[in-house]
């Protein structure tokens, strides 16, 4: 009994996955009770490879609509074929909206939340009084005329550490709000905004409502200097509306 | 009677208007006896600002399921609303993969199709062994390493005036199989494989079968100077398969 115990405990590999997903028809990442997560669907499809459900250990949650071309996630399981073909098998279970991109077995050390040193995010606004059908899934179509100009002014003032409080969603509670946002740039190419922003973690809902507070810059409902004077008050009252989350994705998980 | 007829004749404008469109969920551009196309979508919409059905003149049709970001059309009636209005109220009708890009009055004379003297088409394909759900609805995946250059060599066989009955799919009724490919350009960016080709106009299929053409030297199944030989056998069964149409898009329409 104690000898097939070690030798399955042998076979037990850590394995780390990249993540591409369209958030669209998804309650966000992380596992609830009601509503099919990405989580959920993927401890599904890997028991249908490993005959159990074994629970994933990813780099963090998205919101529900929220995308994905780089989510981390890690799994440790005894897995009955290679790299390469677990990554072909997973693919051919994982519905359409979902796909890993890549799967190395790594360090059993390896923790892809606890490792994360750095996160990318990249939010898409289309600035125009049309709609884009084809980019509606994964952009917030924005009418009113914006100064990205100002936006940028406005940014600047959010990089480094801060206590970005004001820059949260409620009812999140977390041992401590300040962060260090290490780039956050705003550019514009005809009439698409692209905000990305890479930090050594996030708050709930951060990226979306500093991009809300953006907008409020663009509009000119609030002077690119406010944006200090909202940082300091660490009142999410005085910050920008939360941005829709279709237009969010995450871009990168960084463990170097 | 007369007279209220020729006030009625003076407010008729000749509209021309450019529309982009996710084609997933329509049987093509042109209206057809079952399954919801683009163009009966944009009439009954169009409808409700009229108060009754004007048909459209289309610049050419699009197959089932492929896209456009600027495809063009005029519509000739009395329009109660400027340019304007009209293109945020045609914009408030219709559903969220169908928007109007632009609207402009023309000169009575301007129609849509017979003044149009080219079009360009954009083909994306993802050559990856694995899927990416953000681009599964624009892109038609090749899991087979494709061998771009080979591709970039046979596409500048096809440039020029040619008869490309052999790009032609079957049941099409045309007076002419000869085209001018003014320009048919292979690019990778990563695993994104974009085929860009602009002509003074397209057979039915034409594109598609280029690039299924195309895929096939790049996998090594055809010579690139095979595309040669295809071309002036003028026999549909020597070209490659139809690339499937969701990475197909029609980007621009030409008049000058």
């Known amino acids: 009994m104690k000898k097939s115990r070690e030798r399955a405990a042998h076979t037990i590999r850590n394995v780390k996955m990249v993540l591409e997903y369209d958030g669209t028809n998804y309650c966000g990442f992380q596992t609830q009770k009601n509503g099919v997560t990405i989580q959920s669907v993927l401890e599904k499809s890997f028991a249908k490879i490993l005959g159990k459900r074994v629970p994933i250990i990813a780099s963090g949650r998205t919101d529900a609509g929220v995308h994905a071309v780089g989510h981390v996630f890690n799994i440790k399981a005894e897995f009955p074929m290679d790299d390469g073909r677990l990554l072909m098998g997973i693919n051919s279970i994982l519905p359409g909206d979902i796909a890993v991109k890549s799967v190395k077995t790594v360090d059993k050390s390896f923790h892809a939340r606890r490792d994360a ?140």
């Open 117 to 256: 040193k750095w996160k990318r995010y990249r939010y898409v606004i289309i600035n125009s009084k049309v709609p884009s059908p084809l980019q509606a899934r994964t952009s917030w179509r924005v009418p009113v005329p914006l100064d990205v100009k100002k936006m940028r002014d406005a940014a600047k003032t959010l990089v480094g550490e801060h206590d970005f409080r004001s820059f949260m969603g409620k009812r999140s509670s977390v041992k401590t709000t300040v962060r260090n946002i290490i780039s956050l740039t705003v550019k514009k190419t005809g009439a698409r905004i692209v905000v990305d922003v890479t930090a050594n973690g996030f708050l709930k809902y951060m990226v979306r409502i500093i991009v809300g507070t953006l907008v409020e810059v663009g509009k000119g409902s609030l002077l690119p200097g406010g944006v200090k004077k909202v940082l300091a008050g660490k009142e999410r009252a005085n910050a920008g509306p939360t941005a829709p989350p279709h237009g969010l994705c995450l871009v990168e998980v960084g463990y170097e």
